[in-house]
């Protein structure tokens, strides 16, 4: 054995025990790529070891072919099992950094609730729908024609100064009552009518516990072949009875442009008498404006402020608690 070879044996030895020690003392998959590559890289020890190999005679190769083979094989080897208890130990620090605590306290939501005003418009539109009626809707923003014209009440009516209008600068208006969605939809319609449309509506009303420029109405309309006063007065009655429960209720006559003849309804509340709703037989000018011939057809209207409904039903003493944003307020719903 020439001292060539023996040098070289003793090298890949050294290599061997050198690389599995520094192999044993990684922790990380980056540095065990590192020591890969140390060692067996292209440029690596082994590869170094190797070159010097044409020093030997053609007899001497093959031995210590062999024997860089099983050393190459055996850091192969040990490489391929550090990496793979690396790689299960990051699996497992993972699953340890997020496993759930399902005993830790939960975080608190505060939980919304239906707004009043909301919460009657609801209760409101489940009645009628019971009585079979269709919910209806129409803009705010409206022409002079749907919310006065149509409804019989053209310009120098003076049933306008009953409503005070705010106009825009281009002529049109914000609707004061929920009226002209009657006109809207029966123009695109034909009876049998059944709707109930609820909405916001305008007025130039000053602010006060009982008034204000925004407030909502819900409408409803009946128009079919047949239909009279006692058929407007038991659906009133019905729909009265469903929402506030057995008071009395009285109806007064009155007067609407749109309807004749035409009534008021109050009912008994806190021992007297509160108006809650106008209503009437459509007048047949109103019929005529979109086409139905009021010879064969009658309907009955009617139209009511909700705030007013919902201030009865929760006692509200203040119309702007309403629209007050009061959480101590809108908490009690
Ligand atoms: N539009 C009326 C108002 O705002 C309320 C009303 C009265 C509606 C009689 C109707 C009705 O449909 O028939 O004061």
Redesign the pocket.
Known sequence: MTTQLSSLEAQLTALQTEANEAIAQVTSLDDLEQLRIKYLGKKGSLSQVLGSMGKLSAAERPRIGALANDVKEALQNNLEHKKAALQAAQIEAQLAAETLDVTMPGVFRVQGRSHPLSSTIEKALDIFVGLGYTIAQGPEMETDYYNFEALNTPADHPARDM?DTFYLPDGNLLR????SV?IRYMETNEPPIRIAAPGR?YRRDTVDATHSAVFH?I?I?AVDEGLTFTDLKGTIKEFLAAMFGEIPIRFRPSF?P??EP?AEVDVQWKGRWLEVL???MVDPNVLKAVGYDPEIYTGF???FGVERFAMVLHQIDDIRRLYSSDLRFLRQF
């Open positions: 409503q004061t009552h929920t009226s009657q509506v109405q409408e309309l609407f749109f309807t035409s106008g209503c009437g209207a009617a139209g």
